[in-house]
């Protein structure tokens, strides 16, 4: 498998790399042990200073409104009943991130063999800057093997995949539909012709770190894990609030909540960004997972969440790779992120019913843990909008308490964005904190919408 000599080519590409980490931050070192005491009684101080606002400063004013109208009771209660529980949910996540370790990187020497898959669509010149990434990756060319799949893209994509082949032979394998099928058609090909014990996965607007494949061929170790989560962050961070926002957002995502998943090995969603797949238990699910329905339809998005569900029910553990990074490109512009979400909420809502049936499966504390996360979390929904009422009718009663919600909303979401700072000591946390009032206003239609149009197809990317 994979090529042995081609050392002009290896690095031509390694200088290749070096020009495109250019346009990104490269992930920092692992934090001092003292820095990162200092983030955790920030965090544990944060947590007082919130908890003492929301009482004195807005439930009060709640309580005393419930006494004053009646109906007000309604929406109160449960939201109380809900913060509590949210409250109490994030302590216990602060504590498990706490302990949570990364799992040591592979040997060359161990290494197992490697398909990197990467399914591309109108991907244009990314897609080579994706190809030049993994071809520079610190990984064993004998047992490593990449798999390009275009799917029918109408510009030059398979340009740039025919120009990687020809400059890699035998390292490099350009597949193409000629007609766009889906990514999940174009990630079951790469599935059927790769010939690796690892399967890796990478979006084709997306690079790798050098250290990403040793990092997330590391937990394989373990023959219970069936996939490994990479460490996704953004690539085009610099070119807008937006990306800036989204950036804030994914450290928190999977530095904190990965993190805790992985702890209790049930990772609910390997992204398709970066996410190794054990490739026997690949095809023990490839079948169904290709043809999944939903509601009658096709399901030809969320494909990476659905891999990961198929996985946790034939009993593989998932688990979170801190050490595997990947920069992967956001939307700049508003319409496209809404896209970006509606996909991201369709599939979220699909696979958490199909989650609920498979929850019983899991190992008992695994399943406790993963009961009451489920719960707390997905009644966030609900609770949201039936409290937006109970704000408005705040509004209308003392309209001063407008500033009381907004501070609030700020506190939260300071506290929230305080875990960005044991992965990267800066100021970027901020705008975890902008885009919450960002999101507030300007995507709170997103979930509903995705519920209501949950059967809808296509990549949603362009």
């Known amino acids: 498998m994979g090529i042995t000599d081609t050392p002009h080519s290896i ?17 920092p070192a692992e934090p001092t042990r003292r ?4 983030v955790y009684a920030l965090i544990f101080a944060s947590f007082a200073v919130v908890a003492y606002f929301q009482i004195h400063t807005v439930v009060l004013r709640v309580i005393d409104l419930a006494v004053a109208h009646e109906r007000v009771k309604l929406f109160l209660y449960p939201s109380a009943l809900w913060a ?3 409250f109490v949910l994030l302590a216990f996540r602060t504590g498990v991130w706490i302990g949570y370790r990364p799992h040591a990187p592979a040997s060359r020497e161990e290494a197992p063999s490697l398909t990197v898959i990467i399914p591309a669509y109108n991907e244009g010149a ?16 004998d047992k490593l093997e990449i798999v390009v799949v275009d799917d ?9 995949i025919r120009e990687a082949a020809d400059r890699y032979p035998g390292l490099v394998t350009a597949l193409q539909h000629e007609k766009n099928r889906g990514k999940r058609e174009a990630l079951a090909l790469g599935f059927t012709r790769g010939r690796g014990e690892i399967f890796v996965t990478i979006d084709s ?3 790798i770190e050098r250290g990403a494949l040793l990092a997330i061929a590391g937990p394989f170790r373990d023959p219970k894990v069936g996939a490994v989560a990479g460490k996704v962050l953004v690539y085009n961070r610099a070119s807008g609030l937006i990306p800036r926002m989204m950036h804030a957002r994914f450290v928190l995502s999977f530095d904190m909540l990965r993190s805790v998943e992985s702890v209790y090995k049930n990772v609910y969603c390997c992204p398709g960004a970066l996410t190794a797949l ?21 399901c030809t998005f969320g494909e990476d969440r659905a891999m990961t569900n198929s996985l946790l029910d034939k009993g593989y553990n998932t688990v979170y790779q801190r050490r595997a990074v990947v920069h992967t490109l956001v939307p700049e512009a508003y319409g496209k992120l809404c896209k970006m979400l509606l996909r991201w909420d369709r599939s979220y809502v699909r696979e958490e019913i199909r989650f609920a049936r498979i929850i019983w499966k899991r190992p008992l504390l695994t399943m406790v843990i993963a009961l009451f996360d489920r719960t707390v979390t997905n009644l966030r929904y609900p609770i949201y909008y039936m409290t937006i009422g109970l704000l408005a009718f705040m509004v209308v009663q003392d309209p001063p308490v407008v500033i009381r919600i907004l501070i609030a909303i700020g ?12 992965s990267e000591r800066s100021w970027g946390f901020l705008y975890g904190v902008v885009y919450a009032y960002f999101s507030s206003i300007a995507l709170f239609w997103i979930f509903p919408y995705a519920v209501m149009s949950v059967r809808a197809k296509g990549w949603l990317t362009r």
């Open 411 to 422: 506190l939260v979401s300071f506290l929230n964005m305080l875990y960005f700072l044991r």
């Open 205 to 207: 607007d997306s690079v």
């Open 126 to 141: 990314m897609v080579l800057k994706s190809i030049e990434s993994v071809v520079a990756a610190d990984y064993p060319l």
């Open 152 to 160: 029918g893209s109408k510009d030059d994509t398979w340009r740039y």
């Open 278 to 298: 054990r490739a026997s238990a690949v095809r023990e699910v490839l079948d169904g997972w290709r043809n999944q329905t939903f509601l009658g339809s096709a």
């Open 11 to 27: 690095a031509a590409s390694r200088a290749a790399l070096a020009e495109i980490r250019g346009t990104y931050a490269e992930v």
């Open 35 to 38: 820095w990162s005491y200092f």
């Open 84 to 86: 509590g529980m949210g």
